[in-house]
């Protein structure tokens, strides 16, 4: 018998590989055996008993492939949240997003300057790969960015990344093994915890205090420093609180690393986007000091999309293994986006006019937000001072937790916030993080829905 169907056998789906299964099993099940396969069946489970084998479904029903039990470990509810909030939507409920951190979607526009540069570069052919730690005039760029910063640097010290995303990755990969700690706050932005459940290593937190305006606590820092602490991560002005730290903060951070001899991991991703102008570099206040800082323009250029971040890595020469080690490590990516690194230098060395808008506008949504929370009886709200988060907390009945007060928000009137325990806070504070990119006049339909469920979740 001939058959002829000419798909290649593992390009087979669907109906046509069960049609194909079953002509194949119905063959084989009246002949001897000795017969030609026909391309297209599957090949056959020699160790798969006929009863975990379900031809009728053309697939195995066989265990599932197992995953590495690190994975349990990466969550991250920004966005895991989403699915519960595509299950209200297909109840037909509208909801109203403010999970995450893009200004794209609220209308907020990339620079149209920096989408010609990357136009034109693709259009002049720069789509293949690049160096992997960048082009050099994006690395100049970032050097020179960070000198007029106040942070001497070398461009040979300077790495493209994917977004900000990858060269927290990167330098926790080069830095931390299995079992290490690396020190980071609660509340805090969740990739970190993710990228060290990754490789099995352990996020250690450090409180940070809402009634300090939500600052650190440097003598729980200090307490949490154990022998198996590799780094310190500040992330300042702070996701999710909107927090910006005061110099004499700073200033002890460093201090306190430096008698442990801790590098410090620098998040500045929000650096431009304080409502009262740039929030100056913490490596400015010690160059020599080790400190590796991060950002991108994905939030103050208005282009997460394009993961065009960078990376540098301080000066003093004890750094010198740790950048091998990153340089090493991104080899294995190639390189980043290519096209949008040509948008690094136009954006770094360009006017940034549209910056003094684009913080006007946070600041009126900040006030607006924290104004309106704090109305709103049982929730209290500190007052962000950069970004476009503010993380509010409401007093919760007793046995109640942050989820059933976002998940309760989300079901009965459509409004999506991420509950405190996703960024590592205690379920039991009630503290819940808001997105308030959106128009001043939508916030306020929002923020009247969150004190109407607020007065019936509080039983008011
Ligand atoms: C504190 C912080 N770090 C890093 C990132 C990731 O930014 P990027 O798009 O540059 O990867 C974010 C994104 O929200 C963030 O809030």
Redesign the pocket.
Known sequence: MLFHVRTPPRAVRGVEANRVEIAWRNYTSVTSGASPKPAGARDAQPNASPACYNPAMSTPTTPAIPVASRVAGFTYAIRNIVAEAKKVEASGRQVRYLNI?DPIPFGFRTPPELVAVVERAMREGHNGYTPSPGIPQAREAVARDFVRRGVPTDPDRVLLTS???EG?ELTIGALADAGDEVLVPTPT?P?YTAVLAKIGARAVYYRTDPARGWQPDLDHMASVITPRTRAIVT?DPN?PTGAVYPEATRRAMLQLADRHGLPILA?E??GDLAYDGEVPAIARLDPDAPIISFS?L?KAYLA?GW?A?WLNVGRTPRLDPVLAAIKKLADGRLCSPGPMQYAVAAALDGDRAHLPALRAALRERAELTTRRLNAIPGITCVAPTAAFYAMPRVKLPEGKTDQDFVLGLLRSRGVLVVYGSGFGADPADGSFRVVFLAEPRELDAIYDDIAAFTAEFLGA
């Open positions: 951190g977004g900000t995303s927290i932005y990739l992330i996701n998040d991703v929000y991108s994905s997460p993961r971040g």
